[in-house]
C-alpha cells in the first residue's frame, strides 16, 4: 500500500524502539501510545497526522504530541499504519495549549483536538465516502487503486471505510482516500456541502499572435460580420487594461455576451480559456496606511500600555464607549507587524467582526483576514494554512481563532473582554477563549491586551491587585458627552391587560423627536420572538415543550411555537390541554413583537430587526449592519447583537425596553451582567455630535444597580459589587466548578448528584452547594442537577479537587444504577 513514507530497508534493525503519543478526536481518558516502525522515524515529529488503529478495527486519524523510548509496560502497542503529512499541520505551542486546556477544563486533548482541527484533517474508520456526481464517469485519470473505489461509489453512491478496505483487501486506505478527495471523486459525509477542494475560475487570454499591435488593429479593420463577438473583444480589451487579468464570469457580465459568443472568438483563435486555482479568501494589497492621529489621551494610554508590556504580560485597557479604543489597538498592532510577528484580535461576535474588519483593511489591507464559524471547510482549511506559513499576519475572529496555528504570536488583542460569548458552553472543551489566549500568548512571549467600557470584575480585579497592568481612557473621542440616562417608571403606565408596556409615552415622544431629527434609534430587549409565552385566560394552563420544562415561544413570523433550549417547534395552540377554552393571552414580549408595534406606531420608519431569527447566513449581519451605517434603517430591535461594540455615527437614542428582565436572573453575577449590558448599549447613542438619550423603562426603581447605570459609574459599582462578592465568597476572591448531571430518569439524577456531594463532603464539605435542581431541570428529555464548588484560592487546592472529582465521577460510573449518568465539569462557568 502506497505511503507518503516508504519503506527504507537501509534503516537498521538495530535502531532503539521509537513510540508515540498520538492524539485522536475522541473522548478518552488518557492519550494512548503506538509503536513507531524504524522506517518512519526521521520522517515523524510532533504535529504531523499518523494512521492508527483502535480496538479491533477501527482506524483514526491521530496527531502525533510526542515521541518517546519507553515502551509501554501495561499491554504492547501496536505499530502506527501510516504517516499522513509531510510537514506537521499545528506547532508545538498549539500542542501544548491542548494540553491546558484539557487540564485546566477538565476534558480530554482528544476534545481539545476535535474542536480546534478543521473538518478536512480529522478521518476515522466510521466516516462515510459519498460519489460527486459532478465527477461523471471518465476515470481515465485515476491510478488502479482510485479507479477501484471510484467505480464502486459511483454504483453505491456511499461507502464506509471498511467498505473501502475490503474492495481494496487491504487496511491501509487512507492515502488512496485522501487523493480522491483531492482529484473530488467523493465528499467526506460530515462535509457533504463544503469539502475541500480547490476553487477553480476560468480566466480569458488573448492570442499571442494579436498581442502585438499591428496584429490586433488589423484584426479590428477587417472585422466583417458578428457585431456581438466585436463587443465581446473590446469588453475583453476595455477589461484587460483595467484589471490586468479578465475572469470568464466578468467578461460575459460587462458584455452581455452570452457563452455561445465567446466560444466564437475561442474557435477564430482570437481568445483562448484557462483553467486555473484561486483562492477563496480575497486579499487587498499587502500594505500598511494609518491615517489618523491619536489624540493626547490616546497617546498616553498607548504609551502606558508600552511601559507595562516591559513589566508585564497583560495589560487592561478599561476606555469608556466611543473613546477611541480601536485606535490605540491598531497602533500597536502596526508595530508588531513590523516586527515581523502576527496578531490574533479577538471579537465576542460574529456581528462584530464584519464592521470591524471593514475598518481595519483600509489599515492594514491584505495583511489582515476573518476567522469564525460561519466559514464553511474549504475556507476554515485554506485560512489555517495561510495562518500556519506566516502569510496571514493579523488574524480577527470569535473565539475559535484561538485554535489557529500561530507560527510566531507577538500580540492578542481582546476587544470586549467582558463578554459571556467568550465562553463554550456545549460540547467541551468548556473554555473561556480570553483566558486560553493568555495562556497561548505565554507560550510565544507574546502580550495581551484586555479591552472594554465594562471590563469583567475578575480582570478589574487583577488589574487592582497588580497581576495586570491598567490603563483607562476616561473622556469620548472629540470630548464628547456621555449620554444623559433617564428612567421610565413603567408601574405608573396603565395597559389593558395590565402587561408591561412595550413602548412607554416618554419612548413614543422620544422616538417622534429623534425621526424629526433625521436620527436613528436603537431599542434594545433581550429576547426574541414574538412572545416568552402565552397564556389561558380561563385556567392559566401555558404551553411547554414536551422534551423540556420550559414555556414554548410564539414566533408569529413563522406561526410556530419554539423551544429555544432544544429547538422543538410546535403549530400554534388554540385550545387549552387543560380547560378546553379558546383564549389565550401573550405574555411579555421579544424581539418580533416589537418589531410589529413599531411598525403600527412609526407607519413612515424604517424598521428593522437584529436577532438570530432574522440574520442567518455568513455575510446577513455585515448586510444588515452597513444598512444601518447608511442610514437606510431608522429604527434598529434587536438582542445582544446590537448592544456589543459596534459603531454608529448617527444614533440619537437607544431604548432599554425591560430591564426589570436584565436584573431579574436568580445568578451571583446578575448585577454584573445589568450594568455591562445597560453601559454598553447606552453607548451606541451620540458617538458623533450632541449628547445622545438612553430611555429605560423598567418597574423596580430601588434596583442598586439602576443608580449606578444612571451616572455611568463603574468605579463605585466595582466597589459595590466585589463588596458583595468578597462577603459572600464568589469570584473573583474564589475558584468555581460546577459539576451538572444528566440523566433520562429524574430519580437517578438525583440520587448520583447527592452520592457525588456525600463523596465530596469529607473534604470539601465547606465549599459545596447543592446539589439542586436548575431552573431549567429538563432539557431534550434529559433530567438535570447541579453541585457547585466554590473554592478559595489556595495554591493546590483547584488541581487537588480536580482530581478527587475525575476519581470520583470513575468511582460513580462503576456502580450499575449510575454507568449512564452524564457527568459534566465546568471550571469557571458564567
Known sequence: MESLFPYDPTVSETVPAHFVEVLIPLALPKNFTWKLPPEWVTAVQPGIRVEVVLGRNKKYAGIVKRIHTEAPTAFDPKPILNVLDEQPIVYPQQLSCWEWMANYYMCSEGEVMQAALPTHFKLSSETVLLFNDAVGEDFAHLDEEEFLVAEALLIRKELKLVEVQQILDATHVYPVIKRLLEKQVCFVWEELKQTYKEKKESFVHLDPQYQQEEKLEELMNTWGRAPKQLELLLAYLHLLKTQGEVKQA??????????????????????????????????????????????????????????????????????????????????????????????????????????????????????????????????????????????????????????????????????????????????APRYNARDAAIYLASLFGANVLLGSATPSLESYYNAQQGKYGLVELTQRYGELLLPEMRLVDTKKIFTPDRSKPIISKPLQDAIEEVLLQNKQVILFQNRRGYSPYQVCQTCGWIPHCKNCDVSLTFHKIQNKLVCHYCGTSYPPVSVCEACGNHHFTQQNFGTE??????????????????????????????????????????????????VKGLDFDQVALVGILDADAILGFADFRVNERGFQLMEQVSGRAGRKGAQGLVLIQVRNLQHPVLEFVREHNFNDFVAFELNNRQQFGYPPFSRMIQLSFRHKNQETVRQAAQQMANWLKPGFGQYLIGPAAPVVNRVRNQYRMELVIKLPKEAGLLQHCKDQIDLLTAHLHQQPLFKSVLVIPDVDPL
Open 593 to 642: 413583537r416589537i418589531e410589529e408595534t413599531l411598525q403600527e406606531t412609526f407607519p413612515k420608519a424604517r424598521i428593522a430587526r437584529m436577532d438570530v431569527d432574522a440574520v442567518k447566513g455568513k455575510h446577513a449581519h455585515d448586510a444588515l449592519i452597513q444598512l444601518f451605517e447608511q442610514h437606510r434603517i431608522d429604527i434598529m430591535v434587536g438582542t445582544q447583537m446590537v
Open 250 to 427: 466578468d467578461l460575459l457580465k460587462k458584455s452581455g455576451a452570452s457563452s455561445a459568443q465567446l466560444k466564437g472568438l475561442i474557435e477564430k483563435g482570437i481568445l483562448h480559456t484557462e483553467s486555473r486555482s484561486v483562492d477563496r479568501l480575497h486579499f487587498l494589497p499587502r500594505e500598511i496606511t494609518i491615517p489618523f492621529t491619536l489624540t493626547s489621551q490616546q497617546a498616553a494610554a498607548l504609551s502606558a500600555i508600552r511601559e507595562i508590556f516591559l513589566q508585564k504580560q497583560v495589560c487592561l485597557l478599561r476606555g469608556v464607549t466611543s473613546s477611541g479604543k480601536t485606535l490605540v489597538y491598531t497602533k500597536l498592532m502596526e508595530e508588531v507587524l513590523l516586527q515581523g510577528k502576527q496578531v490574533l484580535y479577538m471579537l465576542p461576535e460574529i456581528a462584530l467582526t464584519a464592521q470591524v474588519i471593514r475598518r481595519l483593511q483600509t489599515y492594514f489591507g491584505g495583511y489582515i483576514v476573518i476567522y469564525h464559524s460561519k466559514f464553511n471547510s474549504n475556507e476554515r482549511l485554506e485560512l489555517w494554512n495561510k495562518v500556519k506559513s506566516g502569510e496571514a499576519r493579523i488574524v480577527l475572529g470569535a473565539r475559535s481563532a484561538l485554535f489557529l496555528p500561530f507560527k510566531e504570536l507577538g500580540l492578542v488583542v481582546c476587544d470586549e473582554e467582558h463578554d459571556p460569548s467568550y465562553k463554550q458552553q456545549d460540547p
